[in-house]
């Protein structure tokens, strides 16, 4: 009877480990991310924080591009690829149909390091540049403490690689010449040119012919204020909220330990 007991005792404590096990694992239930930055160790301090979150909204703002940065305090035993991938895919990171994501994962308790890429900037920011990242950008300062300095480098190593690769607007990229704007820049000075030497030969007609009565010039005064274009940076920078935009992955990038 006493077996018995043990026997239902170690059964049901196998199945509640088990369960909990389940519950905790990163890969059936990632996290759902609402920040580019989201440091669960509490490694990183506040301005640090909202120094990277601007730089990635920005990011994103001018290219559609997202780069998103995630500190894990542990792994629960599980491949921190397999951890990368699902919540990748979960939170979407990137632009559906474009895939232009990149996740920056550390969990500090293993010491491992992830760069997942979504399948669109592979072309640029490969498995080999991603090893190279982890290894020459990150590891070094990781190992000596300096967390914000190891991410930054890789952060800023990433979008050197993956900016340009897409735009906002697709269509920035695939309209062929002049838009109707750069035409009438161009012809505005042409016509006020013109204009200006047609009035100087009439003038100067008006003279040797003797009929110039008034005895003064009229000029015409081109007052060039404002034509230029604004650019006014619209990125909300205070808005360093995230959302997915769909995109996906298929385990293209690379780990590292430190």
Do not use: C
């Not at 800023?156 to 062929?176: C, P, T, V």
């Not at 909300?236 to 992955?249: A, E, K, V």
Request: avoid cysteine; aromatic fraction near 8%; proline fraction near 3%.
């Amino acid at each position: 009877m006493k077996k018995l007991v043990f026997t239902i005792l170690v059964y049901t404590l196998f199945v509640n480990l088990s369960f909990a096990q389940t519950e905790r694992s990163l890969t059936k239930n990632p996290p759902k991310l609402s920040e580019y930055v989201t440091d669960e160790t509490g490694t990183l301090e506040p301005d640090e924080i909202s120094s990277l979150k601007l730089k990635l909204r920005k990011f994103y703002d001018s290219t559609s591009t997202q780069v998103v940065v995630l500190l894990l305090t542990s792994l629960d035993g599980e491949p921190v690829e397999n951890v990368a991938n699902a919540i990748f895919r979960h939170n979407g990171i990137g632009g559906k149909g474009k895939d232009n994501g990149v996740l920056l994962l550390i969990s500090k308790g293993d010491r491992k390091i992830r760069i997942e890429v979504g399948y669109g900037l592979e072309g640029a920011l490969t498995d080999a540049m991603s090893k190279q990242i982890i290894s020459r950008e990150i590891t070094p300062e990781l190992k000596s403490g300096n967390y914000f300095k190891g991410i930054d480098n890789a952060v800023n190593a990433i979008i050197a690689l993956s900016k340009g690769e897409y735009s906002k607007d697709k269509s920035d990229i695939e309209s062929s010449g002049p838009s109707f704007l750069e035409v009438l820049a161009y012809m505005i000075p042409l016509t006020i040119f013109i204009v200006v030497i047609t009035i100087i030969v009439k003038a100067s007609k008006r003279k040797v012919s003797g009929y110039d009565s008034s005895g003064t010039s009229s000029y015409y005064s081109n007052s060039s204020s404002g034509s230029g274009w604004s650019s006014s940076d619209s990125s909300s920078s205070s808005d360093s909220g995230f959302s997915g935009d769909g995109g996906d992955s298929g385990g293209g990038g690379a780990s590292g330990d430190y």
